[in-house]
């Protein structure tokens, strides 16, 4: 029965890059919207330009400079397909909570995060 896990997980990643890919064509094409939705939500003026996106292995993120002191803004999201949806929820909410015990108790400069 071993040899039928590795069929499986191979069946499985396929999915998920498949799932991932088709996700990623629906992001693209609302690259606008988000550049809107992003603007709206750090109050640094309009999205006056798409700089980049940004990938890793279980996030991507477009990275839009705003017209309020040319100052930049990033929104990430976990990649579709890569990340159990179960526990998506869970990671952001983590994420969003060490960065917020850094800014407290270090020095070491870390973005600001608008949610």
Request: hydrophobic share 40%; net charge negative; charged share 25%.
């Amino acid at each position: 029965m071993p040899s039928l896990k590795t069929v499986f997980d191979e069946i499985e990643e396929t999915n998920g890059e498949d799932e991932c890919r088709a996700w990623l064509s629906r992001i693209f094409d609302a690259k606008i919207e988000l550049a809107t939705f992003v603007a709206s939500r750090r109050g640094g003026g309009e999205a006056t330009e798409y700089v980049s996106f940004l990938k890793g292995s279980f996030n991507f993120s477009f990275r839009f400079r705003l017209s309020h002191r040319g100052l930049d803004a990033i929104i990430r999201f976990l990649k579709l397909g890569y990340t159990a949806i179960a526990l998506r929820d869970e990671t952001v909410t983590n994420e969003v909570q060490v960065i917020e015990f850094l800014r407290q108790n270090t020095t070491i400069p870390i973005p600001y995060i608008y949610y």
